[in-house]
């Protein structure tokens, strides 16, 4: 079993809709968790991070967190065609941070 | 806030030569830094994570002597490629922690082309 799993996609959603990205994690200690964006051929960018169970807002981005389930979703509302890139979870557990590896979301005009 | 740098940005090298990357973060002291290799259309791969003074831990399979780390400083780490051979070219990115919650704020990456 991986550490971090994501469905590698690709995710495809019209312009407009809502994007639901979803993560698993295997390790039950793990404290904080991150979603990163990475566009093609550049760096991963940290665009949330959750600590604790419940639902996290900022701007169209929103992270879910479900500690019991091993769960982290990122929402990303009203999708626009500069959010597709592939997106990056992260879950840390002191100082190790362990990677999925990207579920790939177009959104199409 | 939280930016870090990289430099260069890519670099193209003779196969056998040795070739450094810096990582800077700007305007923050990093606790730890990390370096992660990425193929084409692949995801990340930890190489390894360096603190400040002290050696660098490297992930299972990362060549420690062909790959030098040095953490110089709470804003500088470098990665160095020893005798590079064109199976080494790869995109490189640095990241470096700060903070309670240690997110990790990645460089810009550099494009290593060994020829």
């Known amino acids: 079993q991986k550490e971090v799993e994501q469905n590698s996609g690709p995710l495809s959603v019209p312009e407009g809709a809502i994007a639901s990205l979803n993560c698993t994690y295997s390790d039950r200690g793990s404290q904080s968790f991150f979603w990163y964006r990475q566009y093609s051929g550049k760096s991963p960018e940290l665009i949330m991070s959750?600590?604790?169970?419940g639902d996290k807002e900022d701007g169209r981005f929103t992270a879910q967190l479900n500690k019991a389930s091993q769960y982290v979703s990122l929402l990303i509302r009203d999708s626009q065609p500069s959010d597709s890139a592939t997106y990056l979870c992260?879950?840390?557990?002191?100082?190790?941070?362990?990677f999925g590896a990207g579920t790939r979301l177009t959104v199409k005009p | 806030g939280a930016v870090v740098s990289q430099h260069p940005s890519w670099v193209i090298c003779k196969s056998g030569t040795s070739v450094k990357i810096e990582c800077r973060s700007l305007d923050f002291q990093a606790t730890t830094m990390f370096w992660y290799r990425q193929f084409p259309k692949q995801s990340l791969m930890l190489m390894a994570t360096s603190n400040e003074g002290s050696k660098a831990t490297y992930e299972q399979g990362v060549e420690k002597d062909k790959f030098l780390i040095n953490h110089a400083s709470l804003t500088l780490s470098t990665l160095t490629v020893t005798s590079a051979h064109p199976e080494d070219s790869s995109f490189y990115i640095c990241?470096?922690?700060?903070?309670?919650?240690?997110?990790?704020?990645f460089g810009p990456g550099t494009r290593l082309t060994v020829t």
């Open positions: 992260a879950v840390r557990r002191n100082n190790d941070m362990r």
């Open positions: 959750i600590y604790s169970n």
């Open positions: 990241s470096a922690t700060t903070g309670t919650y240690y997110e990790q704020y």
